[in-house]
């Protein structure tokens, strides 16, 4: 890749248009991660663990100067049925929505969703003593 290519390409606003052809290496997992399988000419996190890392402010801009470790904290479902992964910042705490992938593991997407229903907020010891103040 000659200079001019290579800052037209790693200038601000350049992945908003071209896709990220690039390979790399899950910062989270250690796995290589290769664009093709996504469903998009978007690969924005690893499709393993899904992590991902802080490079834009706005989606494509590689505008970030944080870098740090975007982990996933949630998933949520879009008006039109798809579903987003929540992403955190180790670093700065920034919250992303990133959309999922077609080859992202289904078992790691299942255990983020299921993640609230398996911390209960009351412990069993609680939950024992408000039954027996119910039942007199």
């Known amino acids: 890749m000659n200079r ?7 200038s601000k606003g350049y ?7 690039d390979a790399f290496t899950c910062k989270g997992c ?11 000419s978007h690969r924005n996190h690893c499709p393993y663990c899904l992590h991902s890392l802080h490079l ?11 870098h740090g470790r975007m982990e996933p904290v949630g998933v949520w479902v879009r008006k039109n049925g798809e579903w ?5 910042c180790t ?3 920034t919250i ?11 078992m790691a997407l299942m255990a983020l969703a299921m993640r609230p229903f398996g911390s209960c907020p009351v412990t069993p ?5 408000l039954l027996r103040s119910m039942t007199g």
């Open 15 to 21: 992945f908003k248009t071209h896709p990220a052809t």
């Open 30 to 40: 250690g796995r290589l991660v290769v664009p093709e399988g996504a469903g998009s």
């Open 56 to 66: 834009d402010e706005e989606p494509g801009d590689r505008a970030s100067t944080c």
């Open 91 to 93: 670093r700065c705490g």
């Open 96 to 106: 992303h929505s990133n959309r999922v992938a077609a080859d992202d593991n289904p």
């Open 125 to 129: 010891d609680q939950i024992q003593r």
């Open 84 to 88: 987003a992964i929540l992403h955190r």
């Open 4 to 10: 001019e290519n290579k800052r037209k390409r790693y």
